[in-house]
Every structure is written in structure tokens, then in C-alpha cells.
């Protein structure tokens, strides 16, 4: 009975002994007693239902809500952080109508990855929330989910994002970023699906955006772990909004500058130990802002990002940026740099994860 009620709770999990039960065809009472005495093995939560029991580190999202980056962070704040955990199981949790935004689904891809890559077993439950499956399944998810993770109730057979690839132009599947062969079609495609949404006008400020970020996963990843890129358009909200995520698990673009700093960039070096903010923070303004700072010693380089931010400013576009433990957004409204807001001592997440999140109103 033991595997049967396992399997059973796997496909349908937090469900009464008695659901469980009439799947079972037997007594709700035997199975009480069963799942009373296998405690090991399951638990039931404040209203009575039941689920198999996990070990190892905890996650779950807020259930019937859109999780954006902001809830996402908040979640995995509450408990540890998955990468500097002792825990050697981490699962993370999909509730019962629980939608995650692009920008979070590159940050679920991201951080899952590196844990599998630093050896913890990894599971991603959808179990409860089947719809959402199926889109993460669309949008290219699980072909950039490390082949380690286990995911419920089972990892598809058949990727929807490449049996429907460039079938829809409210978005672009995720697609892979390899530093060491950077396939120079991507931003034409981004390009063609933003524009169709933004307008014409916006074509050169479009591709200006996506290439220069696209080309910064080759400045600064070091990571065996492929980097990727994605695009969805939100038009059942108000305003619209288009939302484009770069994401790599390389070293990051502050560990990337730090070593160059001192040799190259003195003054800043020096303002960053003078500073009254987190010294990463202030890097980061002045690498979106004011652009000149790579770890290169070609005097051209070093204004990919800063111009990204400057094509960016052309939208009400607000631009998120996610480093190992810290994160900036700039916002921009009617062509200006209006606000910038930070987070510092974040659980860990490797690389640089971008989002841009663009207001068509």
C-alpha cells in the first residue's frame, strides 16, 4: 500500500484519506491508520490533507497569485539560501495556481541548474498546478532545466516550445546563449516580435537592446552552464507589457569587474571603499549609467550595457538586474532615468540575470 499511496499523492498531492481512499477502493479508515503509521513517509497540513513527506530544504511559492521577481526573492528569503543550504534535497514547490513571470521562470531555471550542478538533488513539483506546466513547457523551461533535476509529475517526453517554435509572436521561446558560439540570429527574431507590438520606430532601439545584453553573457560568463534568453509579451493586463530575460550562471558582471578595478579603474576603486552604499550597488549604477567599465583593455568596450539602458529609456521600461547576492532596478519613464532602488544580502544566485520589462502604453 506504501508505493501505491506514494503514487497516488505525487500525482495529487495535499488530498483527505478519503480522496485517497476511493482511488484505492478500500476502507477510509485502513488508510487513516496507514497514513498515521507511516509518518516517515507522509504529512497532513492544517486541513487535513495529505502529501508525501519531503526532506532536505523547502520551497514553496505563494499559491493562486502572479509571482514576479520580487515575490520570488521573498520566498526563498523566508527560509535559506538553496545554494549555501546544508541540505542536500532542495524542492521547490508550484502550488495550486501559482503563475511565474518570465523573469522568474529564468531565475528558477538558473538557480536550479546551479544546484544540480553543485551536486543537491533538485525537484520541481507541479504537481498541484498542471497550467502551469504546461506553459513553462512552452515557453522552452525544462529544455534548459539541468537533466538532473527531477521534475513532478514527470519531466514531458516532448518539448511544446520546439513542436511550436516562432508559432506565436507574443513570444520567443528561451534559447540557449553559448559564449563560445554565439548563434548572431537571436536578437534578428527578438527583434522581429518586439517591433511588432512597439511599432516600427522603436526597430533600431530594439535590436540596440537585445544584442548589446546578448553580447554581454560573452564578456562575463564562465560557467559550463549554458546562459539563455526569452521573451513574452503580458497583454491581458493593464498597461501591456513586454518582458525580456538574459540570464547566465557565469561569474557575474561585479565579479567579473572587480578584478580589474584597482589596475584599470583606481578612482572607482577608491569610491567604492568611500561609498555609503554597498560598494556592489554602486557599481552596478555606475556600469547602467555612465557606461566605460570592462574588464577589457579595447577602449571601446564597456558601454554595451549603459547603452542598453539608454535604448531602454526610450519606453517606460523599468530594468532589473540580479548579481550573486544584490540586485538594482533603474526606471525609466518618459525618456528619463526617474528612480533607482536596490536589495543587498540576497540568496545566493550565480551570474547576472536581466529583465526588461517594458510598459506599451
Known sequence: MLKKIQKILLENPKIKARVIAKKLSVDRSLVSVFLRENLNHFEQDEDYCWSVKTSGLRIEFESDSWIDCKKFEKTLSAVESPLQSQANAIVFIIPKGCNLLLEVIARLIALANQLAHQGKKVTIDFSSHRSSFTYVNRIGFFDH????????????????AEVYKENNDNLVELAPIDANNLDETIPERFKKVFVSHAGDEYEQTAFTIISESYGNVRDHSKSPLLGFIGLQLYQNVSPPHIQTVISDSGA??????????????????????????????YLLKKVFTEGHISQSYDEGRGLGLNSSAIAASKFNATIGVRQENCEVRFFYRNGRLTNITHQTDMPSILGTHICFDFKLD
Open 145 to 160: 532545466l539541468h537533466e538532473k533535476v527531477i521534475v513532478l509529475p514527470n519531466r514531458p517526453k516532448i518539448s511544446s
Open 252 to 281: 557575474g558582471i561585479l565579479n567579473t569587474l572587480k578584478l580589474v578595478l584597482d589596475e584599470k579603474y583606481p578612482e572607482i576603486a577608491e569610491q567604492m571603499r568611500a561609498v555609503d552604499i554597498s560598494p556592489d550597488v
